[in-house]
């Protein structure tokens, strides 16, 4: 295997470097590297339990890396210091919608605008009706989550991610990170939540990191691929060269065999 993996792109969003990771003896990530560019879209593959939605909480600031350099837009985040600077700008969309039920629709897509003093409640609600417009959800602004569908929870949680956050650090463009945005859904309903990750990641003129098992939403959102497997990265390249490489861990992605390097996690 060739390392590091990476990209060619001249300026880089995102660069992970010998990245370590384990949560008590369990060791997840091992080595990781993995460049992605400026305004690229890239796909995270490989079997459950893998690690890729530790990746996305990594990249989020949500977990500290145990060994190795993450920087984001160069700059190499240390996360929990008291003089850190504004935090970089990152949006995700988890894999379940995650809102909180006893607030409007409204309040949950608005929840970090109300962080910033600069802003009035009625620059705050103008905001959010945007965002609400932008994925299709006109005039749900005062219902509460539960009263809406699977469908349109999920498409608040898209309108909070591409929601603006005031206080994050703007001098960068933002980084969108969806996890398994399309998994159990029926082929329609994956359609339309992959356009949703394409408009919202222009949008936000962003750079994106797609968790997905799913071959269409593989094709139709990311432009390159990484393959996860064994706490680093077996493989990584365009879209079009993960449809025909034929690296044994890619290989044993696409045709879902049993036979090959990886096995199923046995927990
Ligand atoms: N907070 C945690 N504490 C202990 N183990 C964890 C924790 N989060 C994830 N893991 C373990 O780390 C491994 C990778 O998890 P995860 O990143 O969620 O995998 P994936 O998203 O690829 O399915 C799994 O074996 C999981 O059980
Ligand atoms: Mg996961």
């Excluded at 359609?191 to 997905?212: L, N, P, Q, W, Y």
Aim: charged letters at 20%.
């Amino acid at each position: 295997m060739s390392k590091p993996v990476g990209t060619a792109a001249e300026r880089l969003a995102i660069q992970l470097r010998g990245v370590g990771l384990r949560f008590g003896v369990k060791s997840v990530l091992h080595d990781l590297d993995l460049d992605v560019g400026l305004g690229q879209k890239v796909a995270v593959v490989g079997p459950s339990g893998v690690g890729k939605s530790t990746i996305l909480r990594l990249l989020a600031g949500l977990l500290l890396p145990c060994k190795g350099r993450l920087s984001l837009h160069g700059q190499q985040q240390i996360y929990l210091r008291e003089d850190q600077d504004k935090p970089m700008d990152v949006r995700m969309v988890f894999q379940s919608p995650a809102l909180l039920a006893s607030l409007s629709v409204a309040e949950n897509v608005g929840f970090l605008l109300r962080r910033s003093r600069r802003l009035s409640p009625a620059d705050i609600r103008t905001r959010v009706s945007r965002v609400l417009e932008e994925v299709g959800l006109k005039g749900v602004e005062d219902l509460m989550p539960g009263q809406l569908s699977g469908g349109m929870q999920k498409r608040v949680s898209f309108a909070r991610a591409i929601v603006e956050d005031p206080t994050a650090d703007t001098s960068h463009p933002p980084l969108l990170l969806f996890d398994e945005p399309t998994a159990g859904l029926d082929p329609v309903a994956c359609t339309r939540i992959e356009d949703m990750i394409v408009k919202t990641t222009e949008f936000a003129e962003g750079t994106a990191v797609v968790v997905s098992h799913v071959m269409s939403t593989i094709r139709r959102t990311a432009d390159h691929v990484v393959m996860l497997y064994g706490g680093c990265a077996q493989w990584y390249g365009s879209v079009e060269g993960f449809e025909v490489t034929d690296n044994p861990y890619v290989r044993q992605f696409r045709s879902a065999s049993l036979q090959g390097p990886m096995q199923p996690e046995l927990t």
